[in-house]
């Protein structure tokens, strides 16, 4: 079965995690992007702060379920 991560989330004035509607100018903007690879079928998952910085990556072989 497959896991869920998470390596961060936004954290409120009063220490909450999980905070709702938080700003993206609080450091609370995230995105991801997937590069694929033509010759493996490999799919490489990063997870990016909105600087760039990469807070998560996994890379997910073809035919392989639930990994």
Not at 11 to 23: F, I, L, N
Not at 24 to 49: I, K, M
């Amino acid at each position: 079965m497959p896991a869920v991560s998470a390596p961060r989330t936004a954290t409120g004035r009063t220490g909450r995690r999980g905070v709702s509607g938080a700003s993206p100018a609080g450091g609370y903007q995230f995105f991801g992007e997937v590069d694929s690879d033509g010759g493996s079928g490999e799919l490489t998952v990063r997870l990016r702060e909105q600087d760039g910085t990469v807070l998560f990556t996994r890379t997910l072989q073809p035919g392989r379920v639930g990994q």
